[in-house]
């Protein structure tokens, strides 16, 4: 995606800072459609895109290992010679030396040498497919309770090697007190390392480097789960040069996706990478329009770009380096503020009149939560309040009312944190402007945002649309309302977020906290009401000072992550049943867990 003009943003005028980006987006050529005011576009499937799937074998197959072997082992040139019988062997000696000639002279000196297909780094043709290997259990096993197995890859099949991780890990198992706390932390602490990192290009003179990282069993990039799945080693980049490559490597190709389709959440692997694209598998509608060779999917989620940010801001606070901060990354970042400008607009102008909606979605399902209603603009919101609309939720639900409270939260923090990276690079104008930009949605959010609970006092609400309706819940997912403090929005004892915590940690206040006989946190839609995930008891922990809270909550993480990693989510009426043996950024939090406990509570666990 390097070198791609944007070309996705249409529709309402940007601010005056905003305008050299916003004549940088062409429209894009759209359908009408009668359910909208707004012209639409659909990302179809085309002919050619349909043949290249089908003849390509399945990522990660055998075949596909196979052919990528026989790519990088063909060589340049390959001469046929083919001779009359009559010919002498004078004539045919002569014709060899003339081919010889050729290859040594011309062929190494005057013929463009096509970039080498990529495999993923220190990947072996031989090495099982995580998803399946992580799904079931290897020795060894620990002697604790748990009987935890070893899941982490053979060493020739880890796809990224880092010296600075291997020495926390090793650090940490050996001061652990529990070996089962200690096991989960050697499979999940290194997971993002050892099995998502696809494809990387260290860079060098004249080039940047470039990181694809997927999710886990999708193959697939989302902005929220990627900086997720990074952040345990931000705090390491400035120890380990290799480290510090695959961040700024991140960085670079979230911006990339950013300037590419600033409305979409996840990506395709980058057509330089060498590896296929795939199929979501869904019918949807959506404008601005996107390319789906580039995009695996396409649901607008703020808190997808704030993530882009947060990749770039913890990476200058650990590094203070900020020579990521190009032109590329810069247009990016006005991507993000275009996409603002364009979210705050209200459903209805002042003369009642429907505005026009630059973003929307609708998907051919059977699941309320999966697409937007009225003609994918989603239900209305109202005016002059600062705050930004987003579609779906870090879940990748649906919202209901579409001023989704953490997601403000967490793009309010991010803004504001760029305004070091931007000074320091120079950009202090774009700085100031990021700045007040966070502070008028903070002010959003305490105005729209926090309501009088019948039960528990003030709280924030966890979406709201400006007309005084409210949405209480929480969803496990981040940003949330637990995660809140995690995010840098409130500290952990302000008195709206105390009360806000006790709600959505109680089944009377939160919809979606659930209780079984042995495991109790929060689900969220995406699953069903009978499946908690474990990500919302590691925030849990991370946001308390209890210490017998945070013991228990420990010991029912470990009891639900039997396979030695920790599940996307698991039925809180059977542990047995689980989704998603392997979910990388679920690994990720639990790591970040253990080393905020190393900091606050060490006596808990050493």
Known sequence: MSGQEPELITGLAPTPQLLATSSALPAASSSS??????????????????????DRPEEGSEEDDKDRDEEEEAPKH???????????????????????????????????KPAPAQKPVYRATSCPDYKSYSARPHP??????????????????????SSAVEKVIDKMVKKLKDEDLARLFENG???????????????GTGEQPETFIVTGDINAQWLRDSTNQLSQYQHLAKHDATLKTLILGAINTQADFVLASPYCNAFQPP????????NNGQDDIVHPIYDPTLVFECKYEIDSLAS????????????????????????????VLVVIEQQQVSTFDDAGKIQDMTYTFSRNT????????????????????????????????????????????????????????????????LGTLVAKKAQLITEGIYKYGVINHAVFGKVFAYEVDGYGSHVIMDDANIP???????????????????????????????????????????????????????????????????????????????????????????????????????????????????????????????
């Not at 046929?80 to 010889?100: D, G, H, N, R």
């Not at 057509?271 to 795939?278: A, F």
């Open 480 to 606: 949330s309302l637990l995660s809140l403090p995690l995010l840098g929005f409130v500290k952990h004892d302000d008195p709206i977020y105390v009360n806000t915590r006790k709600m959505v940690l109680s089944q009377a206040g939160n919809p979606y906290f659930l209780r079984g006989p042995s495991f109790s946190g929060i689900g969220g839609p995406h699953i069903g009401i009978q499946n908690a995930w474990p990500m919302s008891l590691l925030v849990q922990i991370m946001t308390t000072d209890d210490d017998e809270e945070i013991l228990g909550l420990l010991e029912m993480v470990l009891q639900a992550s039997r396979l030695g990693l920790v599940n996307e989510s698991v039925d809180v009426g059977n542990l047995a049943m689980y989704t998603r043996s392997w979910f990388a950024w679920a690994n990720s939090v639990y790591a970040q867990t253990i080393l905020d406990l190393e900091k606050r509570k060490p006596h808990l666990i050493f």
């Open 140 to 161: 060894p096993y620990t002697s604790g309770k748990y009987k935890l197995p070893f899941q982490r890859p053979a060493e020739e099949c880890r796809l990224f090697r």
């Open 308 to 335: 882009f940010l947060s990749l770039a801001n913890q990476y200058y606070e650990n590094t203070k380096d900020a020579s990521f901060a190009t032109g590329k990354w810069i247009e990016a970042v006005k991507n």
């Open 33 to 54: 459609s009668s359910s909208s005011s707004r012209p639409r576009g659909r990302a179809r499937k085309t002919a050619t895109t349909e043949k290249l799937r089908e």
């Open 78 to 112: 390959t001469i046929e010679f083919q001779f009359l019988p009559k010919i002498s062997m004078a004539a045919m000696t002569f014709l060899f030396i003339v081919s010889l000639v050729y290859i040594f002279t011309f062929a190494n000196g005057f013929t463009v």
């Open 189 to 203: 602490f290194p997971n993002t390392l050892d099995t998502t990192i696809r494809w990387h290009v260290p860079g």
């Open 271 to 278: 057509p330089q990478s060498g590896l296929h694209p795939t």
């Open 366 to 429: 059977r699941a309320g939560t999966e697409t937007l209603n009225l003609g994918g603009i989603g239900n209305p919101l109202n005016a002059n309040t600062s705050l930004i609309r987003s579609a779906f939720r870090p879940s990748d639900d649906a919202t209901i009312m579409q001023f989704f409270i953490p997601g403000n939260a967490f793009m309010a923090v991010e803004l504001k944190r760029a305004q070091a990276v931007l000074n320091a690079a120079g950009y202090s104008d």
